[in-house]
């Protein structure tokens, strides 16, 4: 069952060439997507149009069987959390606690409810010792995962992560994307866009957005395949990929190092 | 020397009294020309409060700093005697997102305020911005545009222009390229490469992302809470036992060859710089 589906999808920032033209594509329930695409190829532009911080000029987004209006757009926020890229711009509370429970807040949560949740989740991304820190006391990778439990305690359906490791270093990014993979077990959606082509093949599906179109769209591995489109897609391809296509080039490629390079490909 | 670091600690105060210890025992000496130094460590290794240290913008708890003759110490600025303004002309540090600074009604505005805060005439001023607004990759007709109005990666470079028309000996910049794609990173990387090679600049970099220490440094430094734990070689670092403790990513080319001799059964003689290189290696084993 698809969780999202929209269908000629275009938007333009005023004036200016589309951001996005006729996209077209769908999220399956409980799926992990990624969009992946360079700066500019209208990535985040697809998730704020999604979660409906902007108005497409034409076509339509549906979330869980409903279309994306103005009467809608509250119920679908209910479903779907983001955890934006800059995590200082999106620490909403003066500590760690009121930040969770921001969200919950938001939806008119129960006070009891509220304090029990916070706790709840706050050990789930394992910040329980900084309740009543101040974000400037956390790095970018605790923030982020305090902007996480204040999604997950809301109990959306969907979660998208847009860039959400970027701004880290490496083991802020590493744990991110732990939880991502968690998460997604857990049942939820996930979409994570990204320009990281390392992040990107830990996810079920893959499409690849280039100047605002959809160019590829179809499983991790078959996406990895797709040499063509990988070349003309102006991402920094994953070196094991360069290196069998600069074999196969050379026509020196047998099986077992193609197996190999493979596995490496995916992160095995 | 330009730059150097003589026993430096330093520690952020606190309210409760237990003041965090962020630099320790530092020594460091930086040339004025020629250097390309990346500077790496996890967030709160004290990468920044190091940078700041350079042109007197914090000064040492104990310890302490000499630029260009002038030695700064805890008390330096009490004593009245020193004027800092001069340093901070020549060790230009541009701040993690640049781009939030921006505030005039135009980028020729935006790039000259620098200067003439330093004293230099503007008509002096207004000649450099449209020297350097070229040397940023940018046409001088953007001179006339509102800074609003431009691209996140071209209003980063109209930042760093704003820094370059300072004439600063040294050029620091703080995550210059966080957030970036691929394309985006290489792009200004490239630029930063060339201030260093045309304008023979010392160009310091704090980044988190490895394959740039490995492609483009000659010397890496390493933080580590708040000690120096390396400064050296970026290609005798990656060998080095260490690096996991220090929470440091490795570079892609070093862990797809050492994949590749793992899985091949193989022992290339060489460590690859490029992945023109690793193959050159793979052809000679299959």
Known sequence: ?268 | MAIKFEQVNFEYPSFDGYNFSALKDINLEIAEKGEFITLIGETGSGKSTLVQHMNALIRPTTGSVTIYGIKIEKDTKKKGKVKLNPLRQRVGLVFQFPEYQLFEETVLKDIIFGPKNFGVKESVAIERAKQVIKHVGLDEEYLKRSPFNLSGGEKKRVSIAGILAMEPDILVLDEPTSGLDPKGRDDLLKLFMGIHNDLNKTVIIITHDMNTVYKYASRVLVMNEGHLVYDGLPQELFSKENIKSWNLDIPDIITITRQLEDKLDVNFDRQPHTIQDLFELVKEVI
């Open chain 1, 1 to 268: 069952m698809n969780i999202i589906e929209i269908k000629d999808l275009s938007f333009s920032y005023q004036d200016e060439i589309d951001a996005l033209s006729n996209v077209t594509l769908s999220v399956k329930k409980g799926e992990w997507v990624s969009i992946l695409g360079h700066n500019g190829s209208g990535k985040s532009t697809l998730s704020k149009l999604i979660i409906g911080l902007l108005k497409a000029d034409s076509g339509e987004i549906k979330v869980d069987g409903v279309i994306l209006n103005e009467e809608s757009v509250h119920d679908i926020r209910r479903k779907i959390g983001i955890v934006f890229q800059n995590p200082d711009n999106q620490f909403v509370g003066v500590t760690v606690e009121d930040d969770i429970a921001f969200g919950m807040e938001n939806l008119c949560f129960e006070q009891s409810d509220i304090i029990d949740k916070i706790k709840e989740y706050a050990e789930k991304v394992s910040m329980s010792e900084y309740l009543k820190k101040e974000p400037h006391a956390l790095s970018g990778g605790q923030k982020q995962r305090v902007a996480i439990a204040g999604i997950l305690a809301m109990k959306t359906d969907i979660i998208i992560f847009d860039e959400a490791t970027s701004m880290l270093d490496p083991k802020g990014r590493e744990s991110i994307m732990n939880y991502i993979k968690e998460i997604n077990k857990a049942g939820v959606t996930v979409i994570t866009i990204t320009h990281d082509m390392k992040e990107a093949v830990l996810s079920d599906r893959i499409i690849i957005l280039k100047e605002g179109r959809v160019i590829a769209c179809g499983d991790t591995n078959d996406i990895l395949n797709d040499k063509e489109t990988l070349n003309s897609s102006n991402l920094e391809l994953l070196l094991p990929l360069k290196l069998q296509y600069l074999l196969d080039e050379a026509n020196l490629s047998n099986d077992k190092v193609k197996d190999i390079l493979w596995q490496l490909s995916l992160n095995k």
